[in-house]
């Protein structure tokens, strides 16, 4: 209605389908390609995992992903001002006439996406190998998708919930009694995990389709930090035209087990701070590999070391999990049972504590000085970081490195709140005293301000 009313061309899924966040961005890059035409964005309007009634609005510029937080700022603020002034000076037409002007373009997202798949996820071994899929889109933008992916490659995928409901009631509450479609949270994915033995992969998704849960025979859900080792190891053996000296991207707040398969196979580590934005430019130049956060994301290049999407993309990480179980026999979780014998088994926990306005910005002005001790739950410390090693930004926060292991403490950007992330390679023991020494940390920034 507004876009439209501003003689700006539009373009939708036909039959005015849903179409996911990474099909978005996958859309943006092909248009773009061709360097004559008018450059293409992208808007998303989703609650992602969060409660239904917590919707949002994404903006992908021309690069496809996820908009840099200038960006993301300045759509506030005007957003506010308009508000402010009830919509006051705002053009807007009828939904009717929208739809049939002739700045509305419907195009069949799905067939674009779904015919491209085969140029980064080896298609054709998931359907030879007969690999059964199920897949539960947590009544998601994607749902569509999972029958078109199935009938183009002749893939046996199963939906096993093909709800689509605003108020999405069909879900398990979360651990805290909330509807959250998290496909990370074994509380939310627990429809799929009880029907896990009548597949051979199960596929999970939230509902703009940026994150993927991965559900084995074998593990039942797997922690997202687990699994994207596993996949970032696969990748490195089974990609051979991926330039070796490309990066693989992962968030310093992501398992160390991701440093150790990039040390231990010879390849670059690239860690930003936490969000998938740090990740665009590299996946966008073909520079970074692999992108991907502790908290289900990731996406990857093609076969030929170009650029597939510059946002997450839970389709793909889903159907990887298909492609490892296909080419190797080994699902997903058995990979990473052999992963942890040769690299070590890490236990990871992250912290949510009440904090004030002020405390956050206490926390989010650490610098290298602010930590004086020597030595983090027994170990030499080993470095100190509030940069974060691989684009030297700023990681709003303060992470401290030891031979086994890692705390990382940082301000909520959203709620009133910060963070602990905590990771040992000892034992249960080691990752408490991490625990009581981090937090004893924040308390002495805290009792500093």
């Known amino acids: 209605e507004v876009l439209i009313a501003n003689k700006i061309q539009v373009c939708i899924q036909k039959d005015l389908g849903y179409t996911p966040t990474p099909v978005i961005s996958h859309a943006i890059l092909t248009q773009n390609k061709d360097a004559d035409s008018r450059l293409a964005d992208g808007i998303v309007i989703t609650p992602s995992h969060n409660p239904p009634q917590d919707g949002g609005i994404k903006y992908n510029p021309p690069h496809g992903g996820p908009a840099d937080s200038d960006v993301t700022n300045w759509i506030e603020q005007r957003a506010n001002e308009l508000l402010a002034k009830e919509l006051e000076g705002v053009k807007m037409m009828p939904y009717a006439l929208a739809l049939q002007s002739g700045y509305c373009q419907h195009i069949d997202y799905i067939q674009h996406y779904v015919d491209d798949l085969e140029n980064v996820v080896d298609m054709a071994a998931i359907a030879k190998a007969g690999i059964r899929i199920g897949v539960d889109p947590l009544g998601g933008s994607g749902l569509a998708y999972w029958p078109r992916i199935a009938e183009r490659y002749g893939v046996n995928i199963t939906v096993v919930n093909d709800k689509v409901d605003p ?28 029907l896990k033995d009548q597949f051979d992969i199960a596929i999970g998704n939230d509902p703009d389709f940026d994150r993927h849960g991965i559900v084995t025979r074998s593990g039942g859900l797997m922690n997202p930090n687990h699994y994207l080792a596993v996949a970032i190891n696969y990748l490195l053996a089974n990609r051979p035209d991926w330039d070796t000296s490309l990066a693989i991207g992962k968030t310093l707040v992501s398992s160390a087990l991701i440093d150790r398969v990039v040390a231990a196979r010879g390849r670059n580590l690239y860690e930003v701070p936490v969000g998938f934005k740090w990740f665009v430019s590299g996946l966008h130049k073909g520079e970074v590999a692999f992108g991907g956060e502790e908290s289900a994301g990731a996406s990857f290049l093609r076969f030929d070391g170009t650029v597939w999407s510059t946002d997450k993309d839970g389709i793909i990480l889903g159907l990887l999990a298909a492609e490892i179980l296909a080419k190797t026999g080994v699902d997903p979780y058995q990979q990473y049972q052999a992963l942890t014998k040769e690299l070590g088994s890490p236990l990871y926990r992250r912290l949510d504590a009440p904090a004030s306005s002020e405390q956050k910005a206490a926390l989010k002005k650490l610098d290298v000085s602010s930590v004086t001790q020597t030595t983090l739950a027994g170990d030499d410390i080993l470095a100190v970081l509030t940069k974060a090693a691989g684009n030297q930004a700023d990681i709003g926060g303060v992470k401290v490195v030891t031979r086994n292991g890692w705390f990382a403490a940082r301000p909520s950007g959203t709620e009133n709140a910060y963070k602990i992330y905590l990771e040992s390679f000892v034992d249960q023991a080691h990752l408490l005293q991490l625990e009581h020494d981090a937090k004893a940390f924040v308390e002495y920034v805290f009792s500093k301000m």
């Open 167 to 194: 108020a999405f009631a069909f879900m398990p509450l979360d651990k805290d009694g909330q509807i959250r479609m998290d496909c990370s949270s074994a509380y939310a994915m627990a429809n799929l995990i009880q």
